[in-house]
């Protein structure tokens, strides 16, 4: 594929994060004393920021490691998004998970975004909020009903601002707009480049096989079960993130919120009793070679993510004894819980060959399409460039209720309106000369757990990320199954014509063979949550309250993926900013 390097995009103008208050140098802050110190600039941590200084009498300072959102063409462009994981790039922690027994003991690449935004500045710009059944089960697993699908929809609207697609198209009957937000910080939009045959022949599949593929109008109305057209966080032709968005120029510049890049957080410190419990005084981060500390007089709140979060927490003593003995770490808390029970989707792809021109390697693999299609996008926000290259439709689906899977293991699932599998459906395939379509399967009901731990006393060491990807046998046995309904659904009559070889032909493989070839090839789904789990008020296990403080600590709260007890059948952005949303609420009404 043509990198951004390769052509040239010529004078762009950002409206994005205002530069104002924005610091490179921690020598140019005003200062390092206040209210509520933000660990994290990502997805959760500037929806944190925004909402607390939305009341002028409170000082909130954002910790960022990473660098600008600004300029940052493969974030920005939203066709350019894979370029993300090409490589190890300047814009990523380049992070690999430990060997994973459920893939033969392969240790695969983990995206986690090093850049303002987290990976909402990252990610694939898919947008999915999930079943209503998966919100109602963290309900229940909480004891807390602000947490149920009925409870936490209004966040999904305050935090949205559906767009129209940049090719301006008639979007009748291809999304209800009476379940979408209007006026919040996040654009929502539908794909604004088309891609007809493709796009024609899914629909006419969901025709001919109404029974195991119906057509669903808008996945996000809490049953997400059908196959529909996929929505993105992309406004007008560009990635919408929680940088762009909630740290707008509006709102960056508020006197009361400052946001440090480069500022690596190693550990929490300053330890003292509050009312018989551990409560840390300060944050101590790294900015260039040397350490500081900001000190929080209400809140620490550490939105580092599924990974940073339970990292920084063992870095800083919170965690269980033993391990944190074992590398000499001193124990503030033993809190056992602490980086256990990550929950990940795992992916793999199939991929055919196509008697057609209409796909992403028409542009892909032409210098001058894709030259051509970069000036478009330069000039008007338009063309090829604003398609991000995750698909045109999404299927949820779910196994069928003799799956030999539940001989394995009970159904993981929420409940019955909620999804086993994702079908992505990408009108593209492998860097193979040629043209393609993928179905990009996702396992998106796992029973399988993993972990993040540290492997030293090193704050600065890159933590043991293990998601534990097919470690339950149920996992791989519902994938296979998955397979088979994703070549089902290419099997339609609507494909016939079309459709070429597969570039690895499943069909012609016993179970055995295919289950080898699925350990060999499934990928990260980089969904991972429940590092830093909610439980009851008066559970013995769990990381933090519903409330999102973290048990047994004072002053100290998590608002971020990691609360979340299991992953949802979903792409998880929607899910962290209403996680998000709801957790500034929760901090507002303690404060006041």
Known sequence: MFSPASTILGVLFFGGVGLCKLYEDVADLPRLQY??????????????????????????????????????????????????????????????????????GRAISYARAYLLGGCSSHNGMVYTRGAQDDFDRYANLTGDEGWSWNQIFPYFLKNEKWTPPADQHDTHGQFNPGIHGTAGPISVSLSGFQWPDFQRRIIQTTEELPDDFPFNLDMNSGQPLGVGWVQSTIGHGERSSSATGYLAPDFIQRPNLDVLLHAQVSKLVNVTQHQGKPSFGGVQFRSGASLFVAEASKEIILSAGSIGTPQILLNSGVGDHNALHALGIPTVLDLPSVGQNAS?????????????????????????????????????????????????????????????????????????????????????????????????????????????????????????????????????????????????????????????????????????????????????????VGTASMSPRDATYGVVNPDLTVKGIAGLRVIDASVLPIVPGAHTQAATYVVAERGADLVKQLWT
């Open 35 to 104: 209210d509520y110190v933000v660990v994290g600039g990502g997805t959760a941590g500037n929806v944190v920021a925004n909402r607390l200084t939305e009341n002028p009498d409170v000082s909130v300072l954002v910790l960022e490691a990473g660098v600008s959102n600004e300029g940052v063409l493969i974030s920005e462009v939203p066709f350019l998004g894979n370029d993300f994981f090409a490589s190890i790039n300047p814009y990523s922690w380049n992070y690999t998970t430990t060997p994973q027994t459920g893939l033969n």
């Open 344 to 528: 990940d989707h795992s992916y793999f792809g199939l991929t055919w060959a196509v008697n057609s021109d209409d796909t992403i390697e028409s542009i892909t693999q032409n210098a001058t399409r894709f030259n051509e299609a970069s000036e478009q996008w330069n000039t008007s926000r338009t063309g090829p460039f604003v398609f991000p290259q995750t698909g045109t439709h999404a299927g949820w689906l779910r196994l069928s209720q003799d799956s030999p899977a539940f001989d394995v293991h009970a159904d993981p699932s929420p409940g019955p309106g909620a999804p086993h599998f994702e079908l992505l459906l990408l009108p593209s395939g492998q860097d193979l000369p040629g043209n393609f379509v993928t179905a990009l399967l996702a396992m998106v009901s796992p029973v399988s757990r993993g972990s993040v731990t540290v492997s030293s006393d090193d704050p600065f060491a890159d933590p043991l990320i293990d998601p534990g990807y097919l470690a339950s046998e149920f996992d791989a046995i519902a994938l296979r199954e998955g397979v088979k309904l994703a070549q089902k659904f290419f099997n339609a009559s609507a494909w016939h014509g079309y459709l070429g070889a597969p570039t690895i032909n499943l069909a012609a493989m016993n179970a055995t063979e295919q289950m080898a070839t699925l350990r060999a090839n499934v990928a990260s789904g980089s969904h991972t």
